[in-house]
């Protein structure tokens, strides 16, 4: 079966610091890969995804960065952080394809507070 | 722009009714999908109607798709305490090899035992 982690589950870090957020599949290849932020009490915004290693897409601009470095990994970065990065981070995947009529499966999520 | 929206942003009601959540949407979708957030977590993915159906169940979950309206509603029905979290309707659309998911912003349920 697959599942997805995403570590560290909660995070504080200082304004101007940098950041890695990880995030692992197992049990699937290929997966389609993505990150949300989620500001509190609201919607999910999309902020990267990737159909694949090295290939990643950006929806909005903004201080992070992703990388593919690996099939299944999946690394939210930024160098140096802003008071409006705080929020809760969420990795999902899904399967690849055209056409294909597939739910994504969410990681548990990364609480980020930035001071 | 934001496409599913839901309403209403919250909504109380009280263990055994039913709950009804709506999302509306602006630009021509492949599926809707529904999600469920328990407080502090991940989603879990609820349940998916494509373009071309109307009317989908799966346990006490009703979900209804209106594609000429750009409209969706969930029903929860005999609501349980443990039913509380917020829940996001979720627009797709196959896009460039990947399904482009785009989500609302959420109706926060509680039901009170």
């Known amino acids: 079966s697959q599942t997805i982690h995403q570590w560290p589950a909660t995070l504080v870090q200082p304004v101007g610091s940098p950041l890695s957020l990880e995030c692992t599949v197992e049990?699937?290849?290929?997966?389609?890969l993505y990150w949300y932020r989620q500001a509190a009490g609201r919607g999910l915004q999309l902020l990267f995804y990737?159909?694949?290693?090295?290939?990643i897409s950006s929806e909005v601009p903004q201080n992070l960065s992703a990388s593919r470095p690996q099939d299944r990994q999946f690394i939210l970065s930024s160098k140096k952080l802003l008071l409006s990065d705080s929020g809760f981070y969420l990795c999902?995947?899904?399967?690849?394809?055209?056409?294909?009529?597939?739910?994504?499966?969410f990681g548990p999520g990364t609480r980020l507070t930035v001071l | 722009s934001q496409q599913g929206e839901e309403d209403p942003q919250a909504l109380s009601i009280q263990e055994g009714e039913n709950a009804t959540m709506n999302c509306s949407y602006k630009?021509?979708?492949?599926?809707l999908q529904w999600y469920r957030q328990n407080s502090g977590r991940g989603l879990v993915h609820l349940i998916l109607?494509?373009?071309?159906?109307r009317e989908k169940h799966s346990g006490r979950l009703r979900v209804t798709l209106d594609t000429s309206k750009k409209s969706s509603s969930l029903l929860i029905t005999a609501s349980r305490a443990a039913d509380t979290a917020s829940y996001f309707c979720?627009?797709?659309?196959?896009?460039?090899?990947?399904?482009?998911?785009?989500f609302g912003t959420g109706t926060k349920l509680q039901v009170i035992p």
């Open positions: 109607i494509r373009s071309n159906e």
């Open positions: 999902a995947w899904g399967t690849s394809g055209r056409g294909t009529y597939n739910e994504q499966f």
């Open positions: 979720a627009t797709a659309k196959n896009s460039g090899g990947y399904q482009k998911v785009t």
């Open positions: 630009t021509s979708i492949n599926n």
């Open positions: 049990g699937t290849s290929n997966p389609n």
């Open positions: 990737s159909v694949g290693i090295g290939q």
